[in-house]
Each structure stands twice: as C-alpha cells, then as structure tokens.
C-alpha cells in the first residue's frame, strides 16, 4: 500500500517551453502533497508544500510563477516549470501524506531543459 | 550553517560488517528523525523513524537518537550488497504530522562482496 507514481519519469525539453510533471498517490487520499528538487549528490530541498483544494506554500527562495503547483483532488498534484532554462534541469520528487505521518515518496522526474 | 549535517561519504564496506551512519543537527525543535533509502535515480524509501530521544530497532535496522547531542545514528548489521545505496537522514519540527522534513546530504554506502 501507499504507493505513490510520478509522471513522466525522464523528459526533455527545449528551453522557453512548460512542462507538467504529475504526481498521483495509487491507493489513499493525500491530504498534502510536496514536491522536493533533488541536484546530483546534493539533498532533497523542499520547494513547496500543497493542500487539496488550497494554494501551495513556497519555501523561501522558490518563485511561486515559475513552479506553478496544482493540487486539484486528493490523488493528484502537478507542478508546471514555465519557461523551463537549463539551471531548472534537476530530479523532482514528490511525496504525499494522510492523515498518517509518514510521507509516501514517488519514484521522481527528471526534467532536462536543453 | 545547515541545519542537518551529514557527511557524503562514500563509505565502502565489506560484506557482512556493520554499516555506521550519523547525522548531526543544530535545530533543538526537531522532534522526529527519519532515516531513508535511495536507490541512484530512485525516490527515498523509508526505512525507520523515531520520535524524541531513543532507540528504535527493526531487523537488520538500529536507529538512536540522542538530542542532547543533536546527534541521530543508523546501524546496518551484517550489510549485504543489495544495501548499497544513499542513506539519508531527515527530520521534522511537527508534533502532530511529520509536514516539513529537512534532510541531509545523504551517505552513499558502498558493500563489497
């Protein structure tokens, strides 16, 4: 149980476009979600924290018309990176939570912008 | 300074010996400690976490916790080479949820047969 997908797990794209990563928990309702930014060897930083139906929380640093986060239902949430550059290039991660305590972890994106 | 210090490593052992991990923090309000697994390219997979102050043990899995120290430990008894991996070392303010985690670096471990 509690497994959670990510969508798509690798893409590439030009720099100037969107992309829409979706992030799905299969088996509960996520009450929050959260999308983490993870650059090689470094840690998981967390970018923004959603609730179902509310705006997303941004961490400080994290530029809210840029990552654009959509928690419409309580299985899924997307982030948006609009005009995509080479410096967002990087593995993003979400993870979701019920009412429990843990964070179930989806299998992560990475985002290459060429 | 960051909040959760963990050194990158990596750290080679061999097979059957104990992997040593630890993590040190400076934010006396964590009040929960996590320890994750993540295969390269892979999301984090939980493998243990304790509230407060303490001990916590799950087969092959030992996990303390000393605030007073600021210190988190993981123990890996007889490691195997299905054990490489990165470990990292999250934790959280939260009392009633886990909400915001911070997380280490991460250790890579490396076991050799």
């Known amino acids: 149980g509690a497994v959670v997908s990510q969508h798509p797990s690798r893409v590439i794209c030009k720099s100037g476009t969107s992309v829409k990563i979706e992030c799905r928990s299969l088996d509960f309702q996520a009450t929050t979600m959260f999308w983490y930014r993870q650059f090689p060897k470094q840690s998981l930083m967390l970018m923004a924290t959603?609730?179902?139906?509310?705006?997303?929380?941004?961490e400080q640093g994290v530029e809210k018309d840029k990552f654009l986060i959509n928690h419409a239902s309580l299985t899924l949430s997307t982030l948006t990176v609009t005009s995509a550059h080479p410096e967002d290039s990087s593995f993003y991660i979400c993870?979701?939570?019920?009412?429990?305590?843990?964070?179930?972890f989806g299998p992560g994106t990475r985002l290459t912008v060429t | 300074q960051k909040e959760v210090e963990q050194d990158p490593g990596p750290l080679s052992v061999p097979e059957g010996a104990i992997v040593s991990l630890n993590c040190t923090y400076s934010n006396s309000a964590f009040q929960y400690f996590m320890w994750y697994r993540q295969y390269s390219r892979k999301g984090p997979e939980l493998l243990m976490y304790?509230?407060?102050?303490g001990n916590k043990e799950d087969g092959r899995f030992t996990a303390q916790v000393d605030k007073s120290s600021k210190y988190i430990s993981l123990f890996i008894r007889d490691s195997q080479p299905s054990d490489s991996a990165t470990y990292l070392c999250a934790m959280s303010e939260a009392t009633d949820s886990w909400g915001k985690l911070q997380f280490g670096a991460g250790t890579q471990v490396v076991v050799t047969p």
């Open positions: 959603s609730n179902e139906g509310s705006k997303a929380t941004y």
């Open positions: 304790t509230y407060s102050s």
């Open positions: 993870s979701a939570s019920d009412f429990s305590y843990e964070q179930y």
